[in-house]
């Protein structure tokens, strides 16, 4: 089992930076895939940005339209993940949630609640 506390949403403006984090509990989400995901009102969820575990170091990959603003990185220490928003929209306004994807001994994927962005022109 593995708990995900997502913070460091807000009101801000258009061209505004911010930091998520989001702490994991419970098992060691560190030796895991993790992601960012957004929903905007509206629409799908999709995929920011993510960070999947490699004996070798972390393998970070991005969505293509998240290239150049958008930032994770990963604190094993903490057990917390970031994402830094640079020169934030009015389009990036969504709820943005962290996973984990546990492998075993049963495939399981868990979510954080999520923190809101809302970005105001």
């Known amino acids: 089992q593995v708990r995900l506390v997502e913070s460091g949403g807000g009101l801000v403006q258009a061209e505004d930076s911010l930091r998520l984090t989001c702490v994991a509990s419970g098992r060691r989400a560190s030796n895991y895939d993790m992601a960012w995901y957004r929903q905007a009102p509206g629409k799908e969820r999709e995929i920011v940005a993510s960070?999947?575990?490699?004996?070798?170091?972390?393998?970070?990959s991005y969505a293509d339209s998240m290239k150049g603003r958008f930032t994770i990185s990963r604190d094993n220490a903490k057990h917390t993940m970031d994402l830094q928003i640079s020169h934030l929209q009015p389009q990036d306004t969504s709820i943005y949630y962290c996973?984990?994807?546990?492998?075993?001994?049963?495939?399981?994927?868990?979510w954080g609640q999520g923190t809101q962005i809302t970005v105001y022109a």
């Open positions: 960070i999947r575990f490699s004996f070798r170091g972390d393998i970070i």
């Open positions: 996973n984990v994807i546990v492998p075993c001994p049963i495939k399981s994927i868990y």
